[in-house]
């Protein structure tokens, strides 16, 4: 926990935003769909770092909550909500091993990948609930850099939320350029019965 708290610290003071200022396109991409099927307003941004997700969503109607287990990422989130004149609840949060105990119409979780928290995600979400996915896709340049345990495989995204009551409404995987990702919308069915949990 400490470590991983100490390796984030260092990259989010390593830069003003280290991951840029702008929302994750995917997540651009999709805010028509969230707004149009959520079946309420109530947000949560995992692994939030510096913001940028959960203000993007706050300035588009949602009443958003973002965690994260860095302290000095979860300081800049608050700062970028407040210079926007936003209400937005930040907590800082060791996800590992975490159970999310309140409910929540729309779930983003972008540049994290927590195989274990998935399911927890997924019940986290009222029913008819929308889970937007988008996290890094093995690749050889990245195996070189990167935990492997952290990043998906082609199909695997998939695969996972095959596995949930519910409706993948759009995947895709881009295996172009340095950071090939891999990119999920899960619609939760009206009951929350899983097929196989």
Not at 149 to 175: H, M, N
Request: positive net charge.
């Amino acid at each position: 926990m400490d470590a991983d708290r100490r390796k984030w610290n260092r990259r989010y003071a390593s830069a003003p935003s280290y991951l840029g200022g702008a929302a994750a396109q995917f997540l651009r991409r999709q805010l028509a769909t969230l707004q149009r099927l959520a079946p309420g307003q109530r947000a949560l941004d995992v692994a939030c770092g510096e913001g940028r997700n959960a203000v993007f969503l706050a300035q588009n109607g949602f009443r958003v909550t973002g965690v994260d287990i860095s302290d000095i990422g979860i300081a800049k989130a608050e700062r970028l909500a407040l210079a926007q004149g936003l209400a937005v609840e930040f907590r800082c949060i060791d996800l590992e091993g975490y159970q999310i105990t309140e409910q929540y119409d729309v779930i983003v979780n972008c540049n994290f990948l927590l195989r274990d928290l998935i399911p927890t995600e997924v019940k986290a979400l009222t029913p008819r609930g929308l889970l937007l996915f988008d996290t890094l896709l093995a690749s050889p340049q990245l195996l070189s850099a990167h935990n492997p345990d952290y990043l998906l495989r082609q199909g695997e995204l998939g695969k996972i939320f095959r596995q949930f009551a519910g409706d993948i409404l759009c995947s895709e995987e881009s295996t172009a350029g340095e950071t090939p990702t891999a990119r999920l919308l899960f619609r939760k069915q009206l009951t929350p019965e899983f097929r196989n949990y």
